[in-house]
T-cell receptor, first 115, second 113 residues
């Protein structure tokens, strides 16, 4: 799976948009971009994924650059409950063999939403 | 939809004891997974299943066993608990084919002393 690079930490004012970047310059043509977050002491939470088009759901928007080498997760109106570590993962949709079923999280970005 | 549920939330075991961690999902997902997460570390895959009656080892299967008799349930069995199994255990499930879209339970925090 392609390697990703994210900033270690970010702050965002409550009510403002949080824009979390991710670089994945070695992404392959069949790899998708997935975003997860993990709130302290909770299980990871799937947020959104995309291949090349921008995607939006009830939680967030995902913007992928045209060359697919980077992406941005946007939380439109951050709340205190959005304080978490956010992970960007690049991987194929499916897989075969044990190694392909595991989600591999990097260090992620610790987002702190400030009142 | 309750999603993925896990019981118990917390458990303390003595060395050598056994226990079963329960996992149930109500989303009709075929694929299910067990991970462990040690403090400050990433997830490690213990076992996974692509459907009822089918299970396979992940990265760290030693000391654990699983079964998958129904689509909904995927229990994880610890035999002869050891301090190295102190961890937080997460169960997850995914719609078939989209392995990257995994839905996690709240976790079981296990301490072996």
């Amino acid at each position: 799976d392609a390697k990703t690079t994210q900033p270690t930490s970010m702050d965002c004012a409550e009510g403002r948009a949080a824009n979390l970047p991710c670089n994945h310059s070695t992404i392959s043509g069949n790899e998708y971009v997935y975003w997860y977050r993990q709130i302290h002491s909770q299980g990871p939470q799937y947020i959104i994924h995309g291949l090349k088009n921008n995607e939006t759901n009830e939680m967030a928007s995902l913007i992928i650059t045209e060359d697919r080498k980077s992406s941005t997760l946007i939380l439109p109106h951050a709340t205190l409950r959005d304080t978490a570590v956010y992970y960007c993962i690049v991987r194929p949709l499916g897989g075969s063999g044990a190694g392909s079923y595991q989600l591999t999280f990097g260090k992620g970005t610790k987002l702190s939403v400030i009142p | 939809n309750a999603g993925v549920t896990q019981t118990p939330k917390f458990r303390i075991l003595k060395i050598g004891q056994s226990m079963t961690l329960q996992c149930t999902q109500d989303m009709n997902h075929n694929y299910m997974y067990w991970y462990r997460q040690d403090p400050g570390m990433g997830l490690k895959l213990i076992y996974y299943s692509v459907g009822a009656g089918i299970t396979d080892k992940g990265e760290v299967p030693n000391g654990y066993n699983v079964s998958r008799s129904t689509t909904e349930d995927f229990p994880l069995r610890l035999e002869l608990a050891a301090p190295s199994q102190t961890s937080v255990y997460f169960c997850a499930s995914t719609p078939s084919g989209n392995i990257g879209e995994q839905y996690f339970g709240p976790g079981t925090r296990l301490t072996v002393t």
